[in-house]
């Protein structure tokens, strides 16, 4: 399986940018899907997450509000919707796909998220 991310870039405060993730496996509806990132110096941090239906999201504190995430079975994509953009929402953004009854689990690559003036 391969996990392919896009949509990084340069935004100024208060802007947007929408993540994807394509992932080449058929399955793709039988992986619950999340993003994470990590800032320079710190921590992997869960971003959010979203059930294999999309019927449930978790986000964390951080981006509550302001982060979206959606998924599109039928293109095996998982997206991150992000407004308001903040200097600390600067991060490589990485995508996680995590099958359940194997317990199997994959990342992307990652793309970088730069928020500055």
């Known amino acids: 399986v391969q996990l392919v991310e896009s949509g990084g870039g340069l935004v100024q405060p208060g802007g947007s940018l929408r993540l994807s993730c394509t992932a080449s496996e058929f399955t793709f509806s039988s992986y619950v899907m999340s993003w994470y990132r990590q800032a320079p110096g710190k921590e992997r941090e869960l971003v959010a997450t979203?059930?294999?239906?999309?019927?449930?999201?978790y986000y964390a504190d951080s981006v509550k509000g302001r982060f979206f995430i959606s998924r599109d079975n039928a293109k095996r994509t998982v997206y991150l919707q992000m407004n308001d953009l903040k200097p600390e929402d600067t991060a490589v953004y990485s995508c996680?796909?995590?099958?359940?009854?194997?317990?199997?689990?994959?990342w992307g690559q990652g793309t970088q998220v730069t928020v500055s003036s």
């Open positions: 979203i059930t294999t239906t999309g019927g449930s999201t």
């Open positions: 996680k796909a995590f099958r359940d009854w194997d317990r199997r689990v994959y």
